[in-house]
């Protein structure tokens, strides 16, 4: 096993939490601890236990204390001469022998480097044989991690995860020290909490032994458990690694190696570090052992280290390997591997601040050598496409490119932004990677999801799968795609939540910087939200020029910093085949972006104070590329999109390079006929954001033509069988009317004769669309003609329960002899079939005519509200009957179609207006409020505003002024106060 493959092997342990840390007396020398053998040798010194009597060269040399020979004790006289002593002290409670122990190795003594290092290591437990609190004592914060454990009785006490477990006692519990022979022997009677807890341990975790050498009892002792357990439960293979770290200037014998490593224990000797790893760690404060252990410990904690070492494109490839599974990678994961120095992902484009940086990255990118290869795949597997480094003013930058043409991922994606579902079907059908069909399946067909079984039946294959591989990410989309499920059929998923996030808590270390973005953008995007919103408000400042300065340096670097963000996201969450498209989240990470992009379009960004002298950075507006076109459509609300379009008074957007108008509008034919063939509830929404991006674009009548067409068929193809898809897309036929109405495209027509259907007409009054309805057929009213007459004549001949209220909704579109036609139904029928919220527009726009049998129409109306009244006090309606009836009477007396009115005179205590009409004399005009529609109505009429004028003295002038001042009046109370109520002098002075 060669030295490198035995560091990654510790470090894998480390991020499993699975290393333990065996410290031994060679650690504390380093903080003049003395050693066992030490404490030994003042035992022997007090028995007189020496080897002098035995020695061969007494007669030889000079003897002494400094003699090797004469402390030279086996490992059974290292245990016996404690015990010898202990036999032979007579003090009470053996005081001597405890006294030894306490002035031998009871010294002042402070923690050293390695002690640190190994907490800075943070194993999942440290078992030490020191009797020292060198570890505990530390000033290293990691130590409050750790409960302290040297009786078996701490074992029950503490609750704790981890633990510095003194097997051998504490120096600071004389009672607990276990160093002559009978503890030894007793040791599995007395501690038998303690030896099974390490025995445990040594079942499934990797033992890193420091400071102890090979010849070491307490090494062996261990090693006898290491080899009793694996024959006990014979397992020999797949078991964890242990290791030691030996400081030798020569390579240990092969025989030793291999009689170590069949206990399951191998040496790493200082002596394989690398020359660069002892350099970095020449000034630490241990001596010329403690300083290889230290350096040992070191390359173990700092990955860095690698880099000191191993070519470049090696390492990457090491640490990059953990996303093998994924199709995408967060390009917030990839720098937690390896930071490439400081960088800014702006898009796809990845900008470095350190040249030295960018140059090394640069050497790998531009070369197509195998390993390189691997790793510009990595990077544009995180969407990084080019990588640039500005120096001087000037960008360098290169392309990052590869060869994916066999990518499936890819190619479906392509499919994706061309709305081409069907071809995506035929495909997904073919392939066996289930995360692939179940997402486009979950974005497609959404709606069948609980209809049929296909989804369920793949959600099973998908888990049938999970048993043959050990795949975390497989795991992980499983329970993505099983959420979804059960949301469509509106089960509580909170435990399924639950679930994914403690997946990734139980995961290592390292697999959890590999998870740290899909843990995000699942249950925690609000710091990246923050992040984004602080920049789309410089950006919006900028463009708005909220501070009056002049703008200097790059107008878009705030919008594609944003950017960055979102295409992390969005390349993540779709080429990770993540079935969130149809949750909030998606619309909430785009959200500042795409109206950052909207901003840029603001007629305010080039005015005054951002060019100074004709100096300055004059503000650009974003061109809008592929991928922005997709998000616009499919990942914001329609209502916010059509609000920022006005508040940012967008006259027109601007396209990229990369699409033009006629890859658009193939795109919209695609995403028509899988409007048809799917009926996705969620694209209703879409095809309105699509039409709201289409109408600010440049385009010409016969591009204009195709939209309509492609609507016209989305219409025409819906007719009878799925009315309900059609009234759910009538406020994106309804913008597209108000946009291109005046461009006279005769397939206006064609959609008008198609909506002139009595089905569609009842579905949008059911599902309340029936005012967009209206709209766009009044609006097409321009647009009729034989055709539309006929369908009109059809509804005539019928016999439909809904007939005069469809026929009064279709009003606008007939002929002159179906207005006659439709005047005598209404008449013959007493005005019976008419409501009253239609006979003010049946006169208003003269297919009836006021007359007697028009006002007996309202004044029942009014009665029969006024009886209701006295019946049931407290009830009133909604709209008010009784002020309804009455404001329509007076607006078809003000605009000429009813010449008398005094019928309403009675009801003054109904409606304050017919009060003033009727007794403006002893009128409160303090009642009167501009911003009411009535009172406007009123004063729009000179006959009723002279009146107003004659008693301006009685109206609430200071409220109205107060509201101007306090910036909440409306402009139709500037105007009165301005031009009628204020004189030359007081409007100077407002």
């Known amino acids: 096993m060669k030295f490198k493959e035995k560091i990654k092997d510790i470090r894998q342990a480390k991020e499993n ?41 007494k007669n030889k040399i000079k003897c002494g204390d400094k003699c090797s020979e004469k402390y030279n004790f086996s490992q059974d006289e290292f245990l016996k001469i404690p015990q010898y002593y202990y036999d ?45 609190t060198l570890i505990e004592n530390s000033n290293n914060p990691n130590t409050r991690l750790y409960k302290n454990i040297y009786k078996d009785e701490d074992l029950l006490k503490q609750n704790n995860s981890h633990y510095i477990i003194k097997m051998h006692g504490d120096i600071n519990d004389l009672n607990s020290i276990v160093l002559k022979e009978s503890d030894y022997i007793s040791y599995s009677q007395k501690h038998v909490l303690m030896e099974t807890k390490i025995k445990s341990l040594l079942i499934d975790h990797t033992f890193l032994f420091v400071g102890y050498s090979l010849n070491d009892y307490n090494l062996k002792l261990i090693l006898g458990w290491i080899d009793y357990l694996a024959k006990e439960n014979n397992v020999f293979e797949e078991r964890p690694k242990n290791y030691i770290i030996q400081i030798d200037n020569k ?60 070519p470049l494109v090696d390492v990457l490839l090491e640490k990059f390997k953990i996303f093998n599974d994924f199709k995408r990678i967060s390009y917030e994961d990839l720098i937690s591997f390896y930071s490439f120095g400081r960088t800014k992902l702006n898009g796809y484009m990845m900008e470095f601040f350190d040249e030295y940086e960018y140059n090394k990255i640069k050497k ?17 597997k995180a969407v990084i496409v080019y990588i640039y480094f500005i120096i001087n003013h000037k960008v360098d930058h290169v392309k990052i490119i590869i060869d994916d043409e066999d990518d499936i991922n890819q190619e479906l994606f392509s499919l994706y932004l061309d709305n081409n579902y069907s071809e995506i079907l035929k495909k997904t059908s073919l392939s066996k990677d289930y995360k692939l069909r179940i997402y486009y399946y979950y974005l497609i067909k959404h709606d069948d999801i609980i209809k049929n079984n296909d989804y369920k039946d793949m959600l099973i294959q998908m ?61 925690g995007i609000k710091d990246n939200l923050l992040s984004q919103q602080v920049l789309f408000e410089k950006l919006e400042a900028t463009y708005l020029n909220k501070d ?120 919209f034919k695609n995403y028509c006929i899988s409007l048809i063939e799917f ?64 461009d006279n495209i005769a397939e206006f027509n064609r959609i008008l004769v198609n909506l002139l259907d009595c089905n569609v007409i009842k579905e949008a009054k059911a599902r309340d669309t029936i005012n967009e309805l209206e709209k766009i057929i009044d609006l097409l009213c321009k647009y009729k003609d034989n055709n539309v007459f006929k369908k009109i004549d ?83 309606t909604f709209p008010d009957h009784i002020e309804e009836a009455i404001e329509s009477c007076i607006i078809l007396n003000l605009i000429g179609k009813m010449d008398d009115i005094s019928f309403l005179k009675k009801y003054q205590q109904y409606s304050e207006f017919i009060e003033f009409i009727f007794n403006s004399d002893n009128f409160d005009y303090s009642k009167i409020n501009i911003k009411n529609y009535m009172w406007k109505n009123l004063i729009t009429s000179k006959k009723y505003l002279n009146i107003i004028l004659k008693h301006k003295r009685d109206l609430n002038i200071d409220k109205l002024k107060q509201a101007i001042e306090n910036g909440y009046a409306t402009e139709d109370e500037k105007k009165f106060l301005y031009r009628y109520l204020t004189s030359d002098e007081e409007l100077w002075k407002l």
């Open 17 to 57: 939490n699975r290393l333990v840390i065996f410290v031994g007396a060679g650690v504390s020398k380093n903080s003049n601890v003395p050693t066992w053998e030490e404490l030994i040798k003042v035992f022997a010194d007090k028995l007189q236990y020496n080897n002098c009597k035995k020695c061969n060269f």
């Open 88 to 132: 032979m002290d007579n003090s009470k409670d053996k005081q001597k022998y405890k006294n030894i122990i306490k002035d031998t190795l009871g010294i002042q003594a402070k923690s050293n480097e390695i002690d640190e290092i190994i907490l800075e290591l943070l194993p999942d437990h440290i078992i030490t044989t020191n009797y020292d």
């Open 251 to 310: 390579s240990t014998e092969k025989y030793v190696e291999s009689y170590l490593e069949s206990s399951n224990v191998y040496v790493i000797n200082t002596n394989d570090l690398p020359q660069q790893v002892n350099n970095k760690n020449k000034d630490i404060n241990l001596g010329y052992y403690g300083k290889k252990v230290y350096s040992c410990l070191d390359y173990i904690l700092d990955s860095s280290n690698d880099f000191l070492v191993e």
């Open 364 to 380: 790998i990118v531009t070369s197509n050598e195998i390993k390189e290869l691997e790793i510009k795949k990595i990077l544009r």
């Open 463 to 523: 888990k049938n799968t999970l048993l043959n591989n050990n795949s975390i990410y497989d795991l992980i989309v499983y329970n993505l795609d099983n959420i979804a499920y059960k949301i469509s059929k509106y089960e509580n998923v909170d435990k399924d939540w639950k679930k994914i996030e403690q997946i990734i808590n139980q995961l290592s270390e390292r697999e959890q910087k590999a998870y740290k973005f899909m843990k995000k953008i699942n249950f």
């Open 548 to 667: 009056g300065s002049t703008y200097w340096g790059k107008p878009l670097v705030n919008l594609l910093e944003l950017q960055g963000y979102v295409y992390d996201y969005y390349f993540y969450f779709k080429f990770n085949n993540l079935t969130l498209d149809y949750f909030s989240n998606p619309n909430k990470y785009c959200t500042y972006y795409l109206q950052a992009i909207i901003c840029t379009y603001t007629p305010n960004k080039n005015r005054k104070s951002d060019m100074f002298l004709g100096r300055g950075t004059k503000l650009q507006e974003y061109e809008i590329n592929e991928y922005d076109l997709d998000l616009f459509i499919k990942y914001t609300n329609s209502k916010d999109l059509k609000n920022w379009l006005n508040t940012y008074n967008v006259k027109e957007l601007k396209l990229d390079e990369d699409i033009n108008t006629e890859q658009i509008l193939i795109k």
């Open 679 to 742: 009926k996705n509830i969620f694209m209703y929404n879409q095809l309105h954001c699509f039409i709201l991006i289409l109408s600010k674009l440049s385009l010409n009548i016969e591009e204009k033509k195709v939209i309509l067409i492609e609507m016209s068929n989305v219409i025409e193809k819906c007719l009878d069988k799925f009315n309900g898809l059609i009234v759910k897309i009538l406020d994106s036929v309804l913008l597209i009317c108000r946009e291109f109405i005046n």
């Open 794 to 876: 059809l509804i005539f001949e019928s016999n439909i329960e809904d007939k005069f209220d469809i026929l009064f909704i279709i009003r606008k579109n007939f002929s002159n002899n179906q207005k006659k036609r439709y005047r005598n139904m209404l008449i013959s029928s007493d005005l019976q079939c008419v409501k009253n919220n239609q006979i003010f527009w049946l006169v208003y726009e003269e297919l009836l005519f006021s007359d007697e049998n028009i006002k007996d129409k309202y004044i029942k109306t009014i009665e029969k509200e006024i009886e209701e009244r006295v019946k049931q006090p407290n009830k009133r």
